[in-house]
């Protein structure tokens, strides 16, 4: 039994001395093991907590439809776009009546026959009438300006006599509605002065006859005379010309586009 002891003894030592590893120290030629890399596993670890960070918007699947704005109501105008003012010399006489009178006292005017004898259908376009109104005066019924020009279509006190005298009338221009067929009737004394002067009685106030705003056909001759009197045309067309080219040309404007027909 002993010996089987001793034995086994004796086979372990060399088994140890043969792996290079004694048992009383190191041996002599250590043999180097290389170390199995070993995924090291952090102790108490805790998932970072950002602080006041706002979370992003999801996007949305499809972009808003724009709103559609309101239409906005048809404002009441306070002044004119056109730049009519009154001058620093003008004065009022009596009550203003409201927009919507003088736009119908101005068409009713424009509707009349000034020359049924001679003229029956010489018509003078509403559009026109309204137009050199709204230039004039900008629709201000009880406006005297400085030079006595009065009311609605600023008939000159000449101008008043004349066409009470040839047309046996008796026309007030302080009236609002007289006043609009003062100068209504003198457009279609004009027109029939100049039609028969120069366009062998034709009395077409188109603007399709007028190339131009400066040009002369009777349109514009009528709107310059209106202006500047039937003699200062006269002597104009002799130079194939007009004697007022602004004062025409923003009334023919007024005739296409006029901030007086918002009221």
Not at 49 to 69: G, L, M, R, Y
Not at 91 to 97: A, H, N, P
Not at 241 to 254: A, H, K
């Amino acid at each position: 039994m002993n010996r089987r002891l001793l034995v086994l003894v004796t086979t372990l030592a060399g088994l140890l001395v043969m792996s290079g590893c004694g048992l009383g120290g190191e041996s002599k030629q250590p043999v180097t093991v290389a170390a199995q890399p070993t995924a090291s596993v952090p102790e108490n670890i805790v998932d970072p907590v950002i602080e006041d960070e706002e979370p992003s918007p999801e996007p949305t699947t499809a972009k808003p439809k724009p709103k559609k704005s309101k239409a906005e109501p048809k404002a009441t105008p306070t002044e004119d776009p056109n730049n009519f003012q009154l001058p620093a010399c003008a004065e009022r006489d009596g009550k203003e009546v409201s927009k919507a009178k003088a736009e119908a006292a101005l068409r009713a005017a424009a509707g009349k026959t000034y020359w049924p004898g001679s003229a029956p259908k010489l018509k003078v376009p509403s559009r026109l009438v309204l137009a050199t109104a709204w230039h004039e005066s900008g629709w201000t019924s009880n406006y005297v300006n400085c030079d006595g020009g009065r009311g609605l279509m600023q008939v000159m006190p000449d101008t008043e006599a004349f066409i009470n005298q040839r047309f046996e009338k008796s026309y007030s221009s302080r009236d609002y509605r007289q006043n609009a067929v003062l100068g209504a009737n003198y457009l279609a004394w004009l027109t029939k002065a100049f039609g028969d002067a120069y366009f062998k009685g034709n009395y077409d106030l188109s603007a399709e006859k007028c190339k131009s705003h400066s040009s002369v056909c009777l349109l514009n001759m009528v709107i310059a005379g209106y202006n500047m009197g039937r003699g200062a045309v006269d002597e104009a067309y002799a130079q194939k010309e007009l004697p007022n080219l602004q004062y025409v040309d923003v009334t023919r404007s007024l005739m296409k586009s006029c901030y007086c027909d918002r009221y």
